[in-house]
């Protein structure tokens, strides 16, 4: 199966790379990393990723989406949020990280789905579409094929909740070893719910 990874300018590093690791140790997933043009994208922190044009991959995969201060701008571009929307509408699976989800929301996709994103960012997520059934309180939300999850690190927690519930918890246990990554397993364990409060 493809993971499609969306990325954009100044996007978090460990939103995607975070979730990237864990879904990378499943063999039949081929990540594929793009954008909207296809151009070399930069992370906030200055990462650079020789991305892939939307056109020239199989979009009936997974998607992903990282969130980052670039976000800031891109809930305001109208033909990257037309053109999330067909791609969310037409993976299998759709997983954001953080204020990814703030896109997906924007884009409509959200429309009556529960969802998170990170604390610190919560009340300025929920502004970008009061349709959605934001959750407070939650490491990451699961609502049908939508995956949604707090701040940066909880991707990955994410991520090995998506592979629990695909391929088994005992698969998600493996990759968390193999790692060397702490598992918090119960998404109802919101340990940073306090910071947007």
């Not at 429309?111 to 300025?124: D, G, Q, R, V, Y």
């Not at 990955?156 to 998506?162: H, T």
Request: proline content about 1%.
């Amino acid at each position: 199966m493809e993971v499609n990874v969306l990325l954009f300018d100044k996007f978090e590093t460990l939103d995607a790379f975070g979730p990237v690791e864990i879904l990378s140790q499943i063999k039949d997933f081929k990540i594929n990393y793009i954008s909207k043009d296809g151009a070399v994208v930069h992370s906030y922190q200055g990462f650079k990723v020789i991305t892939e044009d939307i056109k020239s991959i199989d979009k009936n995969g997974i998607l992903v989406i990282p969130g980052g201060i670039g976000v800031r701008d891109l809930v305001n571009d109208t033909d990257f949020l037309n053109m999330l929307k067909h791609l969310a509408e037409e993976s299998r699976f759709c997983l954001s990280i953080c204020t990814g989800s703030a896109l997906l929301a924007k884009c409509g996709v959200l429309n009556n789905i529960k969802a998170t994103s990170n604390k610190k960012a919560l009340e300025w997520v929920k502004q970008t579409n009061e349709n959605v059934i934001w959750i407070d309180k939650s490491r990451w939300v699961v609502d049908g094929k939508f995956y949604t999850s707090s701040g940066v690190s909880a991707g990955m927690d994410m991520a090995l909740g998506f592979v629990s519930d695909q391929f088994g918890k005992d698969k998600a246990y493996e990759i968390s070893e193999f790692i060397e990554y702490i598992w918090n397993e119960d998404k109802s364990k919101d340990t940073f719910y306090n910071l947007g409060n």
